[in-house]
């Protein structure tokens, strides 16, 4: 099946948005288990054991390939600017209820640059990126540079508060959530070559209907990746509203 050229109209993509789906069950998981841990329910260190801290730098490389390759897939298809801003205000939107709800629950780890706010930062510059048409390699050597670049260059200029959304801080801020613009930038332009590499070589994986996910048993996942955005604001209500109820039910 191959992908419009160009569309005035979005088309969606099951094998993108069923990816999508998987990193949100996957992260799902993840924060279930620290609200276990949260209600002291689980003993774990979610915070320094690398079992756990590699599954949040997998689980958010992920998404960020994905949004990545969103965009590739919607700057092929010609989506109007106007439809970005108003998709990117949501982000944002939750970006800035995220802060306030995580400073209600952790007031001296609330979050002031997590994965929404670094994700709205970090579409801005990847859509004027796909604007730019640079090869491929261009996008993948400019990737592994700010990747790279956070283990090179560190300054206490970028500890303040006020500019440790950059990356280049010479310790970790304490905050619940931290997603800065370096090295995160990096792996969501290698989204934008990977989807631009599948668009043009490889187009039956993004919309093929005979892959897995087509099963009825995970036919699911594309729905779940469509709708990330709400699923994002609201599992954790539900996580931790449903370990309440259970803590109150049945007490220690």
């Known amino acids: ?3 419009p050229l160009r569309s005035s109209t979005s088309s969606r993509a099951d094998g993108l948005d069923a990816l999508r789906g998987v990193a949100l069950v996957w992260m799902a998981a993840f924060h279930f288990c620290f ?13 320094q054991d690398p079992f756990w801290t590699w ?3 997998l689980i958010v490389s992920l998404f960020l390939l994905c949004a990545g390759m969103g965009q590739a897939l919607a700057f092929h298809q010609g989506q109007s600017w106007l439809r970005f801003w108003r998709r990117w205000a949501q ?4 970006a800035v209820l995220v802060s306030i709800a995580s400073w209600w629950m952790f007031p001296r780890s609330f979050i002031t640059f997590g994965v929404l706010h670094g994700m709205a930062l970090m579409l801005i510059l990847t859509r004027l990126v796909a604007c730019l048409c640079w090869p ?3 996008l993948c050597v400019l990737g592994g540079v700010l990747i790279a670049l956070p283990q090179i260059v560190s300054s206490p200029l970028f500890d303040s508060p006020w500019t440790n959304w950059i990356g280049l801080v010479t310790h970790l801020p ?17 989204g934008l070559a990977v989807g631009q590499w599948l668009i043009h070589s490889r187009p039956q994986w993004l919309s093929r209907s005979d892959a897995a996910w087509a099963a009825p048993a995970l036919a699911w996942l594309p729905l779940l990746g469509r709708w990330s955005l709400s699923f994002y604001m609201l599992h954790q209500l539900v996580l931790m509203g ?5 803590v109150s039910l049945w007490p220690r």
């Open 1 to 3: 099946m191959k992908l």
């Open 35 to 47: 609200d276990l841990q949260y209600f002291h329910l689980l003993t774990i260190n979610v915070y």
């Open 55 to 57: 599954q949040r730098t």
């Open 91 to 94: 982000i944002a939107a939750c």
């Open 136 to 138: 491929r390699a261009v």
């Open 174 to 190: 304490v905050a619940e959530d931290y997603v800065p613009l370096l090295p995160w930038w990096g792996v969501m332009l290698w």
């Open 242 to 246: 449903a370990i309440m109820l259970f």
